[in-house]
T-cell receptor, first 115, second 113 residues
């Protein structure tokens, strides 16, 4: 099994619908992140969580919410999806502080299309 | 605030030729620097990182990068490109005091036979 698992892998939804993207990890990391990737813009941080009770907004949090259900689970919700939220979404995890062995561990991504 | 610029959106290189991808960052002190690669349909894989010490960093898949403080750059290089190196490459910067990464816009590399 992958260290960081995102579900679904692909999703098409209609404008105005609520949708949840899920992320679970087996790394045992405290810190989890949601990024979105758009062509030419790289990855931009939506929300991040340093532990179950610590959730923070990133640079583009408007229109999104998150839930940290457990150390291993971090979900991203679009309350009312709009077409410009069409993107590739990545979940990532990291250990406390900067590990000398690796930075982030990424999931394989969720490709979301809002029509 | 920290930022990363990758000036080249696309680069086309012949198989066997050398490759250099540019990355410039903006940060008030010495940052932590990373290069990630994203193959088609895949997540991001860490190629290499710089935290401190030797400014020439070796990574996986034959890649290396050089940190130049005076130029605020962290360019990625590979002496001889293989067809499997066709992918998108992202430079990222992290502040030592926190874990948030800021990514550049990415450079897509195409490899010609």
């Amino acid at each position: 099994d992958a260290d960081v698992t995102q579900t679904p892998r692909n999703r098409i939804t209609k404008t105005g619908k609520r949708i949840m993207l899920e992320c679970s990890q087996t790394k045992g990391h405290d810190r989890m992140y949601w990024y979105r990737q758009d062509p030419g813009l790289g990855l931009r941080l939506i929300y991040y969580s340093f532990d179950v009770k610590d959730i923070n907004k990133g640079e583009i949090s408007d229109g999104y919410s998150v839930s940290r259900q457990a150390q291993a689970k971090f979900s991203l919700s679009l309350e009312s999806a709009i077409p410009n939220q069409t993107a590739l979404y990545f979940c990532a995890t990291s250990d406390y502080g900067w590990s000398q062995d690796y930075g982030y561990t990424f999931g394989s991504g969720t490709r979301l299309t809002v029509v | 605030a920290q930022s990363v610029t990758q000036p080249d959106i696309h680069i086309t290189v012949s198989e066997g030729a050398s490759l250099e991808l540019r990355c410039n960052y903006s940060y008030g002190a010495t940052p932590y620097l990373f290069w990630y690669v994203q193959s088609p349909g895949q997540g991001l894989q860490l190629l290499l990182k710089y935290f401190s010490g030797d400014t020439l960093v070796q990574g996986i898949k034959g890649f290396e990068a050089e940190f130049k403080r005076s130029q605020s750059s962290f360019n990625l290089r590979k002496p001889s490109v293989h067809w499997s190196d066709a992918a998108e490459y992202f430079c990222a910067v992290g502040a030592p005091a926190g874990n948030k990464l800021t990514f550049g816009g990415g450079t897509r590399v195409l490899v010609k036979p």
